[in-house]
């Protein structure tokens, strides 16, 4: 395993973290008594893997269901210096209701303290001022934090760039979650502002929501030759020293392997990526025209901007990840969140497109011309039954 120092945290990060979202029996809580003997016994048999394979940094939320109390019986038998862990806790209009909740996340895993508190899911200016404004959330975890409950607090984000970085220029955070990947790299400024910060700097879920990478197309492995997509991706975000760390949801022990090809790779990312890189970007370019992926985001407006609240700009990047790399899975569970996602993934889908008018939204758009019949044609090719969040978060 190699490690990284996680910003002004102080800690040696792993370059994988064992996220806790795929290996608990239930994402919503259930007495002890009802989680199967089975899925306890493959959760410890994970993390004593990932442990020995030098991962020691477990990261869960109290909106993953079980996780929490499910790792509160595996943790405390290990060494406590030897592990880094981190819990996340949604904030609350009620800073009571939060500290209550936070109460019960360090009850469930047993342990007298956690390295690492997130503010889960800050993805609006509304859920920042809940953590940050006096007497909110922010300041009961510091009381925690002061008792020695918690040594370190950020937070975790799926919200737009504009209001991470927000977030991250308060000062009051020591590291950040956010997405971050090949496909997605919208959020690179929210990672340069952590650094001026010294902020530690985690991805979430860069295989899954960075492309269900465990289920690709032919056409995606095609053009990560020789890498496999997973550590192509893995690749592609570690070389970039700014990043310290990629979480990898593993829902059993043998779901770190693949991760661990990378490791070997890592000081020679310079040579290995650039012919993939470039691959990559030659078949986007055949798909979709150099002109439209050099511009397709200018003057699209946000949800709240449009009427019907469509997702526009979500809309028309699943369409360009549906042309340049068939990722037609991945692009199919994305669509069909909205409407469904809340604050995590705002907006609706396209299929109102009669019954609103777009041209004022759309109206500073190079493309304003084009964009309906795109979203229309992507909407017959992404529609299906709608699809939840997995947190109860």
């Known amino acids: 395993m190699q490690y990284r120092r996680f910003g002004r945290t102080e800690l040696?990060?792993?370059?994988?973290?064992?996220?806790?979202?795929?290996?608990?029996?239930?994402?919503?809580?259930v007495p002890e008594s009802q989680i199967p003997r089975k899925n306890q016994e493959n959760l410890a048999?994970?993390?004593?893997?990932?442990?020995?394979?030098?991962?020691?940094?477990?990261?869960?939320?109290?909106?993953?269901?079980?996780?929490e109390v499910?790792?509160?019986?595996?943790?405390p038998t290990f060494p406590r210096e030897q592990l880094i862990v981190q819990t996340k806790v949604s904030p609350k209009p009620d800073a009571k209701e939060f500290r209550m909740t936070l109460k019960q996340s360090l009850q469930n895993l047993q342990l007298d303290y956690i390295d690492l508190l997130g503010i889960h899911g800050i993805n609006t200016p509304e859920t920042l001022a809940w953590a940050i404004r006096p007497g909110g959330c922010l300041d009961e975890a510091r009381q925690l934090q002061k008792q020695g409950r918690i040594r370190h607090i950020g937070f975790s984000t799926h919200g737009p760039t504009q209001v991470i970085v927000d977030a991250i220029n308060t000062g009051e955070f020591d590291y950040v979650n956010l997405h971050w990947?090949?496909?997605?790299?919208d959020n690179w400024p929210a990672i340069a502002a952590a650094t001026q910060q010294d902020m530690g700097v985690?991805?979430?879920?860069?295989?899954?929501?960075?492309?269900?990478?465990?289920n690709p197309p032919p056409k995606l492995v095609d053009?990560?030759?020789?890498?496999?997509p997973i550590v192509f991706n893995d690749l592609f975000c570690l070389s970039h020293p700014q990043v310290h760390t990629l979480s990898l949801g593993a829902a059993q022990p043998?779901?770190?392997?693949?991760?661990?090809?990378?490791?070997?790779?890592?000081?020679?990312?310079d040579t290995i990526l650039p012919p993939i890189l470039q691959r990559l970007e030659q078949a986007a370019i055949d798909a979709l025209g150099a002109d439209w992926l050099r511009t397709w985001k200018l003057g699209l407006p946000s949800p709240e901007q449009t009427p019907g609240n469509?997702?526009?700009?979500?809309?028309?990047?699943?369409?360009?990840?549906?042309?340049a790399f068939d990722l037609q899975e991945y692009a199919e569970a994305r669509y069909n969140l909205l409407g469904n996602g809340g604050h995590w993934f705002p907006g609706n889908q396209a299929d109102k497109l009669d019954e609103v008018d777009l041209r004022g939204a759309i109206a500073q758009s190079p493309h304003a011309e084009k964009i309906p019949a795109f979203l229309a044609e992507t909407h017959q090719r992404l529609q299906g039954k709608a699809i939840q969040r997995l947190s109860s978060s």
């Open 12 to 29: 040696q990060m792993p370059v994988f973290s064992c996220g806790g979202m795929r290996y608990q029996h239930a994402w919503n809580d």
């Open 45 to 67: 048999a994970t993390i004593q893997r990932s442990l020995a394979i030098g991962i020691n940094h477990i990261e869960t939320a109290r909106g993953y269901g079980t996780s």
């Open 70 to 75: 499910q790792l509160g019986k595996v943790l």
């Open 181 to 185: 990947y090949y496909i997605n790299q």
């Open 202 to 214: 985690f991805i979430i879920s860069p295989t899954d929501k960075g492309g269900h990478l465990y």
């Open 223 to 228: 053009l990560c030759a020789p890498l496999s």
């Open 254 to 269: 043998t779901d770190f392997d693949e991760h661990l090809k990378v490791l070997p790779l890592l000081a020679d990312a």
């Open 310 to 323: 469509i997702n526009i700009p979500i809309i028309l990047w699943l369409r360009n990840l549906l042309e």
